[in-house]
């Protein structure tokens, strides 16, 4: 098993800056790509950013250019360097990992950071 803990959120004022944190522990062994979703009130939960064990990014059209993915294998650790932030960013941000162990793929969540930007 893996648990990822999610840190940093917070209530930030439009066009300031939160950087959250995503600690993985347990059996980090396998972890490939990690990343963070987030599901505003009412909504689906949708992709922010991913990154690969290799350091490869993929972003959601709504935050290229303001958020910044990354992450130290080391540490098993994810960051998600929020800037610009909008009202519309307001959500719970969800830390997401996967994992392949022998021969299978497993999937792991963080319990979620709420994130709120205020006008």
């Known amino acids: 098993q893996v648990q990822l803990v999610e840190s940093g959120g917070g209530l930030v004022q439009a066009g300031g800056s939160l950087r959250l944190s995503c600690a993985a522990s347990?059996?980090?062994?396998?972890?490939?790509?990690m990343g963070w979703y987030r599901q505003a009130p009412g909504k689906e939960r949708e992709l922010v950013a991913t990154?690969?064990?290799?350091?490869?990014?993929n972003y959601a059209d709504s935050v290229k250019g303001r958020f910044t993915i990354s992450r130290d294998n080391a540490k098993n650790t994810v960051y998600l360097q929020m800037n610009s932030l909008k009202p519309e960013d307001t959500a719970v941000f969800y830390c997401?990992?996967?994992?392949?162990?022998?021969?299978?793929?497993?999937?792991?969540w963080g319990q979620g950071t709420q994130v709120a930007v205020s006008s």
């Open positions: 997401n990992a996967r994992r392949r162990a022998w021969g299978k793929d497993y999937e792991y």
């Open positions: 347990g059996s980090t062994f396998g972890i490939n790509g």
């Open positions: 990154i690969s064990s290799g350091g490869s990014t």
